[in-house]
Each structure stands twice: as structure tokens, then as C-alpha cells.
């Protein structure tokens, strides 16, 4: 099937660890995204690669670190979790601006 | 800057009832304009889209019309159905820069048997 999967789905760990999101795509997609929906659903952008170029980083704090070994694969990585960053995260690809975004599933993850 | 306004929510409808979600949107130029769902536990699907003024999309019943004179972009179903209680999102791809899409809040639709 072709899709933008992330792994994992669901993501429980300690404040204070640090954990990796994986995304891929198969679409043959030039940019991806990353997004965290808060519990009031509101959808922020933090990152965006095309061609595993940096072309977005909004105001997003330094323990967030995207990585793009290609341009089918973006992972989040993030160090010392704090409670807040408790959301969920969706990757998302693209390829012209009237096709609109490909979203994955998302991964819930929780800070306890 | 560009952005996009949408109705608040929740909205609730009993079935078979008319739906009508309201979306404006500010932006320079004509950007492509798009409605996704989300529902429950899954991430967004685009469920239609409209890249020029006048333009209709439609799918699933739904549809919107890209209005210029009102820089609006409403969705509509004549008769809504349990299955479609979800999250719509109002988006947004300005003319220029499509590595940036503006997302509305987003307007819970819950539909009652």
C-alpha cells in the first residue's frame, strides 16, 4: 500500500527520557512534515525537509531534533521529555501545493 | 499573513439533518484550498479540495465551493450520517510557498442517531 506509516503508534514513557518517532513514505513525495495536535486538536507545524533539506523549523524547543537520512524517511527525535510534550505527532508528505498533505496515523505520546 | 477561520464546534446533528461548516480564509493571492477529517484514533484524509476561485470539490457527498468575493470555502452535506461525526479541518496552500499549509482549529461534527 502506498502511505506515510509512522512507528510507533502509541509512546508512554518517564519525564526526562528521550525517544524517536519514525515516519516513511513511499509516495515519492519531495517534502515532509512534521505536526503535533494538542488535546484541543489544534494542529502546529514544528518541521518541514524537501529533499532532506531543512525548509521549516518553527519556533519548536531544541530537544526536538528532525533527521531526514532520505527523502522517503523523517524521524523525530526528542530529548529530556517534559510533561507538555504529551500530544500527538503526525508526519505528512507532499508533493505540489494542489495535491495537499499525506497524513500517517500518528503517534500518541504521553509523558508521565 | 495567511490563515484560516473556521466555525467552532462541537456541532451536533441528528441524522439525515443538513450540514454546513463555515471556513474563511485570508491569504494573498489565490491559494489552493482544502477540507480534511479526522476521525476518532486516525489521522487526517483530505476529503476534498478546490485550487481555483470557483472551483467545487466534492467527495462523499460533501462539497465546498472556493469563493473569491468572500474568501470563503463552506462544507455542505445534504444529508449527514453517523459515520461522519469527526474532526474537519479548513486548510490552506498559499500561491508561491506550498511547504506550508495553514490549518484551521478544526469542527467537531457529531451526528445522533
Known amino acids: 500500500d502506498t502511505a506515510v506509516s509512522q512507528t510507533p503508534k502509541y509512546l508512554v514513557t518517564q519525564m526526562g527520557n528521550d525517544k524517536s518517532i519514525k515516519c516513511e513514505q513511499n509516495?515519492?513525495?519531495?517534502?515532509m512534515y512534521w505536526y503535533k495536535q494538542d488535546s484541543k486538536k489544534f494542529l502546529k507545524i514544528m518541521f518541514s525537509y524537501n529533499n532532506k533539506e531543512l525548509i521549516i523549523n518553527e519556533t519548536v524547543p531544541n530537544r526536538f531534533s528532525p533527521k531526514s537520512p532520505d527523502k522517503a524517511h523523517l524521524n523525530l527525535h526528542i530529548n529530556s521529555l517534559e510533561l507538555g510534550d504529551s500530544a500527538v505527532y503526525f508526519c505528512a508528505s507532499s508533493q505540489t501545493r494542489t495535491d495537499g498533505y499525506t497524513f500517517g496515523s500518528g503517534t500518541r505520546l504521553t509523558v508521565v | 499573513g495567511d490563515s484560516v477561520t473556521q466555525m467552532e464546534g462541537p456541532v451536533t446533528l441528528s441524522e439525515e439533518a443538513f450540514l454546513t461548516i463555515n471556513c474563511t480564509y485570508t491569504a494573498t493571492g489565490y491559494p489552493s484550498l482544502f477540507w480534511y477529517v479526522q476521525y476518532p484514533g486516525e489521522g487526517l484524509q483530505l476529503l476534498l479540495k478546490a485550487t481555483k476561485a470557483d472551483d467545487k470539490g466534492s467527495n462523499k457527498g460533501f462539497e465546498a465551493t472556493y469563493r473569491k468575493e468572500t474568501t470563503s470555502f463552506h462544507l455542505e452535506k445534504g444529508s449527514v450520517q453517523v459515520s461522519d461525526s469527526a474532526v474537519y479541518f479548513c486548510a490552506l496552500s498559499p500561491r508561491g510557498n506550498f511547504n506550508k499549509f495553514y490549518f484551521g482549529s478544526g469542527t467537531k461534527l457529531n451526528v445522533k442517531p
Open positions: 509516495l515519492g513525495h519531495d517534502t
